[in-house]
């Protein structure tokens, strides 16, 4: 059974940085895509960055400049870089993975951004 598994979330001050990770497990297959997407209280889910097999990449541009998505294929592991955080950055974070003909999803971690 495949699983995704958030780490890295926490409680930072505005103009703070955090470093999310989100590792696989239980898959014998390779991920073509891999992304964030994030979850504030009372809104409705949304993306935040993509990264392909290639390395390519793409960001909200809400993030864009701010956050840097990668990814550590030899790992399992995806990375979420976060700089310069603002206070609308706080969300549950969620990594999801396109693999093997399905789609799995984290179960998630929370970030707070407050002073």
């Known amino acids: 059974q495949v699983q995704l598994v958030e780490s890295g979330g926490g409680l930072v001050q505005p103009g703070g940085s955090l470093r999310l990770s989100c590792t696989a497990s239980?898959?014998?297959?390779?991920?073509?895509?891999m992304d964030w997407h994030r979850q504030a209280p009372g809104k409705e889910r949304e993306f935040v960055a993509v990264?392909?097999?290639?390395?390519?990449?793409v960001y909200a541009d809400s993030v864009k400049g701010r956050f840097t998505i990668s990814r550590e294929d030899a790992k399992n592991t995806a990375y979420l870089q976060m700089n310069s955080l603002k206070p609308e950055d706080t969300a549950i974070y969620y990594c999801r993975a396109f693999g093997n003909g399905r789609v799995y999803w984290g179960q998630g971690t929370q970030v707070t951004v407050s002073s």
């Open positions: 990264i392909r097999s290639g390395g390519t990449t």
């Open positions: 239980g898959n014998s297959f390779s991920f073509n895509i």
